[in-house]
């Protein structure tokens, strides 16, 4: 078997050193041919991070098509791989649809590799989604993201690494977007401009449902009982096997599903109250952006309940929150008025 799946589990890593790139063994010259295009894309959108590097293999073969026509997905259980899964499994993907046979779920991602059990927790409520749509769970472990490196920046090669593995079996590899078209801004680790440059010949990244927003995946995905279940959309709770239901990303998901008059998914073991919307605390500028937008939905849908106001005023506040850390004036203000202060 050739080296294209460790060739994208390195480049980041080289691009950071910077160092050329050897490999002692078969790498697809299409592939090395298209990261040459993705450098140039990567090193200009992350100048201070990464540079251009040479990339030499010891034979550079092409190699062998899948016999078969079949697709595999990167699948977290969140709501962005549920989409693609369920879109694409259910015929509601038109011309684009792909013959989508299995999803990989990622061990040493988002759940450390010390915690097996909580990623056992993971793999079976995974397993149930995707068995329920006629697709196979594939577990796969990797220390990539434990070599360092900003994460936001290297995800989507870690993930393009993982499904190019299983490149004997299938011709295509789907990452789900996290964003749609209108919200979309490089640098992302995993993106509508670069990924399709992870392809080769033989397997092709092909980067999916950049065209829906978030809250439009989540109607999609409620006519799917098995995703109500066992969706898991949380990277921040005490247990990653499950959703913590106080996160910003469990709570955007869960108001959202609120706004779209679908109640509370059995997903998530308990609801969110006004005030605790109010007291919810953002600290970092993208968590508070994906609020705003939130609020701009919930404003074209004419909603005005109270824990609709109590966000709007949450977001006021967390935006008041990230400028105060730049000017000291409205830092004091900000920790005088909105910081809780310790009892006793």
Known sequence: RGCDPFVLGALFAAMRAPADLVVHGEASPSLLANLEEFQHAWSTWAQAELSRIAITADRETEQPRSARPAAVMAFSGGADSAFTAWRHRSGQAGRQRRDLQAGVLVHGFDIPLGQADIFAGAAERAGRMLASIGMEMIPVATNYRAQGGEWPLTFGAGLAS?????????????????????????????????????????????????????????????????????????????????????????????????????????????????????????????????????????????CSASWVRALQASVLVNRLGLVAKGIPPIRRFYQRHFVPRPRG
Not at 175 to 203: E, H, Q, R, T, V
Not at 273 to 301: C, D, F, H, N, T
């Open 162 to 302: 993982c499904l190019m593995l299983l490149q004997g079996r299938f011709g295509e590899g789907l990452i789900a977007s996290g964003y749609s078209y209108k919200n979309f801004s490089a640098p992302d680790g995993s993106n509508p401009l670069s990924d399709w440059m992870m392809s080769s010949d033989s397997f092709r990244i092909i980067h999916d449902g950049a065209a829906f927003y978030k809250a439009d995946k989540l109607r999609a995905i409620s006519a799917w009982p098995e995703a109500m279940k066992h969706l898991r959309v949380c990277y921040e709770g005490e247990r990653l096997d499950r959703n913590c239901c106080r996160c910003q990303k469990c709570v955007w998901t869960i108001l959202t599903f609120r706004m779209l008059g679908l109640g509370l998914p059995e997903c998530f073991e308990r609801d969110i109250s006004s005030l605790g919307i109010l007291r919810m605390r953002y600290p970092e500028a993208g968590q508070v952006q994906s609020m705003r937008r939130l609020v701009a939905r919930l404003k074209a849908e004419s």
